[in-house]
C-alpha cells in the first residue's frame, strides 16, 4: 500500500457528498493515511486504493444520474471487478449491486451480487415505511474484518423502503429485525455494501469507515 | 434487536443565532448553532432538527453556513425546515450538508410542490411539518406560527401529504407548543395511525414522561424537543434513561 492511500468517492449529482468526504476524511485522522478525493471523472479510479459509491433516492434514478457520466460504470467495473479494489456502496450504492432494482418499475443493477432490491413488507402493519431511524445489527461474529471491534447489536442510521433480497445468503453479512429481516450489509471478495449510512452513524460510523479504509479487500 | 425511537433536539435558529421561543413569542437569544449541535451530537441526539426562522429575506443565506459547517463536524443526519419554498432551495440546503428538509407552509400553497420535490429529491429527505390546533370538534392546519387559519382539516391533510410522497411528517400542536404541559396525545395518536410514515411529535415537552407519552399513547417514531434540552432542563442521556426505564426502546450505545 502506497503511503498515501486514496480514496476515491464518486460523485454523480446523488445528494450532498461533502459531508461523507468529511467523515471519511474525520475516520482517517486516526491513523492519517487516507486523502479523500470526491470526483465525478472516471480517470481518477485507476489511482484508487479504496472507492465509494454513496447514493441516495430511488434506484433507478441513481441508475440514470451514474450512467450519464460518460465512462464511469466502465471504470468502476474496471476497478472493482478486474482489479479487485476495496469497494464499499452506501444505500443505493449499495442496492446498485444487485441484479435488478424494483423501484419505480425494473431496472439493472450492476449485478455484481445476486439478488433483487425490493420493497420492505414488514409483518406487522403497524411498523412505518421508510424504515428510518437508529436499528441494531445482527451479524455472525467475525463475519467480515469491516465488522471486527463491534459487537452484535451495535447500531446504525437507516433510511430506506426498498432493501437487497440476496439470493445467496452468504453474501448477506448483516440484518437487522423490522417485522422480519432487512438486509444491512452485503458483501463478497473486495466489495462490501451498507444499506445504513455509516457516514450519518456518528461514533460507529466513523468506525465503521475507518474499519473500511484499513481492509485491503482481499 | 429493533429499530429505536428517535430522540430529536431542536434548535430555532434566527439570521445564524439560536433561540428559543415560547408560543412562538419572546424570543432569547441563546447561542451558537453549531456549538450546540456538537454538543448534541457528543452526547448521542438520534437526530437533529434546525428550524430556521429568519423572517427577512437578506438574512436568509445564514442557514446555508450553519447547515454546512455543522455538517463538516457532526456525523448525524440533520434536517432543516422554515422557509422551505422551491426546488432550489431544497437543493441548497441538501448541498449545504442538510440530509432531510421540512416543507411547511410552502405545501399549503401549493401541495403538488411536495410531490414534485419527493420525485426530485426523493421522499426519503422530505417531512412535511405541520401545525395543528384544535377548532370546535376537530384539528385544523395552522399557519404564522399557529395565528393564521387555513380551514384545512389535519387528518386529511396528513393522509394527502403522505400520498404525495412526504417521507415523514413533523407534527406541532399550537396549542400545546411552548405550554411544558405535554404533546398533544389525542392529535398525535390520530396522525400517527392514520399514516404509514413516520410520525415525529413536537409541541409541550416539559418533562420525560411527557416524552414516554407521545411514543406510548401518541404512537409517534420520534419525538422531538427544543427548550428541555437547551436550557439544560433535561440532558439526551437523561431523557434516554428515562424512556428506556418506561419500557420505550432508546438507543444508548
Known sequence: ?218 | MMLKTRIIPCLDVDKGRVVKGVNFVDLVDAGDPVEQAKIYDAAGADELCFLDITASHEDRDTIFEVVAQTAEQCFMPVTVGGGVRSVDDIRKLLLAGADKVAINTAAIHNPEFVREAALKFGSQCIVVAMDAKRNGDRFEIFTHGGRKETGIEAIGWAKQMAEYGAGEILLTSMDKDGTKSGFDIELTRAIADAVSIPVIASGGVGTLDHMVEGVRDGHASAVLAASIFHFGTYSIQETKAHMQAAGVPVRMD
Open chain 1, 1 to 218: 500500500m502506497s503511503p498515501k492511500n486514496k480514496t476515491v468517492i464518486i460523485d454523480y449529482g446523488s445528494g450532498n457528498l461533502r459531508s461523507a468526504a468529511k467523515a471519511f476524511e474525520r475516520a482517517s485522522e486516526e491513523f492519517g493515511a487516507s486523502e479523500v478525493v470526491v470526483t465525478n471523472d472516471p480517470a481518477t479510479l485507476k489511482n484508487a486504493d479504496h472507492i465509494v459509491l454513496p447514493g441516495v433516492g430511488a434506484f433507478a434514478d441513481c441508475k440514470a444520474g451514474l450512467a450519464a457520466v460518460p465512462g464511469m460504470i466502465d471504470a468502476l467495473t474496471e476497478q472493482v471487478i478486474a482489479n479487485k479494489k476495496p469497494f464499499l456502496g452506501i444505500c443505493v450504492g449499495m442496492q446498485l449491486m444487485a441484479t435488478l432494482g424494483r423501484e419505480h418499475g425494473d431496472t439493472d443493477g450492476f449485478g455484481w451480487i445476486d439478488g433483487e432490491v425490493v420493497e420492505i413488507k414488514p409483518s406487522d402493519a403497524a411498523l412505518k415505511i421508510p424504515h428510518m431511524g437508529w436499528n441494531a445489527l445482527s451479524f455472525e461474529p467475525g463475519a467480515h474484518p469491516v465488522l471486527s471491534g463491534f459487537d452484535v447489536g451495535a447500531h446504525a442510521y437507516f433510511v430506506h423502503s426498498y432493501h437487497f433480497a440476496a439470493a445467496n445468503a452468504g453474501n448477506v453479512l448483516a440484518e437487522v429485525e423490522y417485522g422480519g429481516a432487512v438486509t444491512a450489509m452485503i458483501g463478497r471478495d473486495n466489495m462490501i455494501g451498507t444499506q445504513f449510512h455509516p457516514e450519518k452513524s456518528q461514533q460507529f460510523g466513523l468506525a465503521f469507515i475507518a474499519n473500511f479504509l484499513r481492509w485491503p479487500g482481499v
